[in-house]
């Protein structure tokens, strides 16, 4: 098997694009995907396209509209984890040895499609119950108040912490700072979850192009960064109580990316997860063991987890900040990663200079029964901040 490389990434600014569809939007990506590889497109051998609401055929569709139609594409839907799981079809695509190049691309365009919260269909049962994710998510934080002490205060720092690394991205939906304040006096949305508390609605598109070894000893990509592990699970039926404090999809998923890149928890120095919700974000961060179950909220109150803390999370803003267009998310975060990992500091202090970095990215989609992505990436850098493409 070969290893694989992320060697091109491009994306949309995240937002609102009233005169715009998911296709032009993914074009978009993909050209400055293609442009950043500095690599014949002829020589992408497959591709494949998360998205939830595009309708049929919508990957072809883009690939028609940027003149690479005629080559296998494969259009892959899994709720939030759908772009993220085209990433790791394409990985997997090219570590098998059926391909050398593989473009991996997510689109959406939801602003014009829903208002509220988002459900999976209209006859769920759940969703007709009332539980909806911003239920099902405010749940679990009155859970985890309940069980570790979590105080208001705490969540609430974790969406002013991505809102201001939002306003350094060029790339995100939101650029305003924000305080616990405005975060506690925001409208209520499922108590004790407030406005601020929540990721938007959003527009927009992200893509990567994927290489064998083989093909960056040729090109010889110094800014190649490797895509170690990737690393998927769907939850099960629970017939009992499941905890609603920690996230055993997210731990077990977590804990096979960690052992087929050879890492654990202890070395990864950054990571862009699914924050949703702020609470959200607090059971990622502690399935996958980057900070200690129950004590994360405090930890990330105190700075450890901004950019030039301990252990950065979601320094691109992530979904609090940036904004979730289904589709694109998953595919985003390694854009933001590799940016990151080509070498940081631009904007912020620079804890992990002259380490060579690890970075953790993953989604979770639709509840305990759904969909849960992690990948590991590694590059040689001098450290974690976000530096972006002069002109974006």
């Known amino acids: 098997m070969t290893d694989v490389y992320v060697i091109g990434v491009g994306m949309t600014r995240f937002g609102r694009h009233p005169d715009r569809d998911a296709v032009d939007l993914a074009a978009e990506a993909i050209r400055e995907a293609v442009r950043d590889a500095d690599l014949d497109p002829r020589r992408i051998e497959a591709a494949y396209c998360g998205h939830v609401y595009g309708g049929m055929v ?4 883009v690939l028609a509209q940027v003149g690479l139609a005629g080559i296998p594409l ?52 759940e969703a007709a119950l009332g539980l909806t994710m911003p239920a099902v998510y405010a749940m679990r934080a ?49 108590e004790p979850l407030r406005l601020l508390d929540c990721c938007p609605v959003s527009d927009g598109a992200a893509a990567v192009v994927l290489a064998s070894e083989r093909v960056v000893r040729q090109i010889g990509r110094a800014r190649a960064v490797r895509l170690l592990a990737a690393s998927l699970r769907t939850g099960t039926v629970e017939v009992g109580l499941p905890s609603m404090a920690f996230e055993s999809l997210t731990h077990v998923t977590a804990q096979d990316a960690y052992q087929r ?14 924050d949703c919700f702020s609470i959200a974000e607090v059971l990622r961060v502690e399935g996958l063991g980057l900070y200690p179950v129950g004590e994360y909220p405090k930890r990330a109150a105190r700075g450890e987890a901004d950019i030039g803390g301990r252990l950065p999370i979601n320094p691109s803003g992530g979904l609090l900040g940036k904004g979730h267009p289904l589709g694109a998310t ?41 969909s849960c992505v992690y990948r590991a990436h590694r590059r040689t850098v001098r450290g974690c901040g976000t530096r972006y493409p002069s002109g974006a």
Do not use: W
Not at 331 to 359: F, H, I, M, N, W
């Open 261 to 274: 890149a050879g890492i654990g928890p202890e070395e990864v120095d950054f990571a862009e997860v699914h």
């Open 142 to 190: 009155v859970r985890h108040m309940a069980e570790f002490g979590t105080t208001r205060e705490e969540l609430a720092y974790v969406s002013v912490k991505n809102k201001r690394n939002a306003s350094l991205n060029p790339y995100a939906q939101f650029r305003n700072p924000i305080t616990v304040e405005d975060v506690l006096n925001s409208r209520p949305i499922a």
């Open 74 to 125: 494969v259009n892959v839907e899994n709720a939030c984890s759908s772009g993220a799981s085209a990433v790791r079809e394409g990985f997997l695509g090219i570590r098998a040895g059926e391909y050398d190049v593989v473009l991996a691309f997510g689109t959406e365009h939801l602003t014009t499609r829903f208002r509220g919260a988002l459900t999976p269909g209209e006859n769920d049962l």
């Open 58 to 61: 919508l990957g072809q569709r």
């Open 330 to 370: 998953g595919v985003a975060q390694v854009v933001e990663l590799v940016r990151q990992l080509r070498g940081g500091g631009g904007t912020a202090a620079d804890p992990q200079s002259a380490r060579g970095a690890r970075a953790l990215s993953g989604r979770k989609g639709r509840g305990d029964r759904g």
